[in-house]
């Protein structure tokens, strides 16, 4: 069955520092992976995708995300986090969109924390 | 394109009321979602369209919840006889089928409180 794992609930980053999130999935074929974000109160806002080619990917808000199939990873990272990434962070695989009832799997969510 | 639209925001009901919830897809996207998130946790799938056609329904949490897109555009997620348990954010996605293209747009969602 398909599942995304998100080991870390919470992480805390410094204002300036680098940050890695990180994700594992299981899933049979070639995944399409997302990375979406969610602000308090909003709903989730796609940061990034991989469905093919190029496994490192960038995405907006300055993030990219790269696709290791030996690991089955697509980590999220950004050089500098600012203070308005502090938000929470899910991790999502899709089917095929050749297949009926393509849909998300997401992952439990990180959220991020910015300190000054 | 104004983006995917739900109404209401938020829907506080008693417990055993019905509720249902709407939402308007970015206007060219033929295909269209509902998952349910609860507090902790990420999105959870519930069903899904392809134009009026619901192509995929086994998700729907009991046979108390029902959704429709009778035109293939806007859609209605209905919970009958709410339970405490039902409480959560009820969101809607759209996305158009391009390719292998399955990016998918949210809308901010519906909050429900049973109490």
């Known amino acids: ?116 | 394109d104004t983006g995917v639209s739900q109404n209401p925001r938020h829907k506080i009901t008693k417990r055993g009321q019905n509720v249902t919830f709407r939402c308007d897809p970015i206007s060219e996207h033929n295909r269209l979602y509902w998952y349910r998130q609860t507090l902790g946790q990420g999105p959870e799938f519930l069903t899904y369209f392809q134009n009026e056609a619901q192509l995929e329904k086994s998700r729907l949490l009991s046979d108390r919840f029902s959704a429709e897109r009778p035109k293939g555009s806007f859609s209605t997620l209905e919970i009958q006889r709410t339970e405490q348990g039902d409480s959560a954010m009820y969101l809607c996605a759209s996305s158009k089928r391009t390719g292998e293209n399955t990016e998918a747009f949210f809308g901010q969602g519906t909050r429900l409180t049973v109490v």
């Not at chain 1, 410094?14 to 890695?20: I, T």
């Not at chain 1, 907006?60 to 697509?74: L, N, P, Y």
């Not at chain 1, 500098?80 to 695989?93: G, K, R």
């Open chain 1, 1 to 116: 069955a398909q599942s995304v794992t998100q080991p870390d609930i919470h992480i805390t980053v410094s204002e300036g520092a680098s940050l890695e999130l990180r994700c594992n999935y299981s899933y049979g074929a070639t995944p399409y992976l997302f990375w979406y974000v969610q602000s308090p109160g909003q709903g989730l806002q796609l940061l990034l995708k991989y469905f093919s080619g190029d496994t490192l990917v960038q995405g907006i808000k300055g993030f990219e995300a790269e696709f290791k199939r030996s690991q089955s990873s697509f980590n999220l990272r950004k050089p500098s986090v600012h203070w308005s990434d502090a938000a929470e962070y899910f991790c999502a695989v899709g089917a095929s969109a050749n297949q009926a009832g393509t849909a998300l799997i997401f992952g439990k969510g990180t959220t991020l924390s910015v300190s000054s």
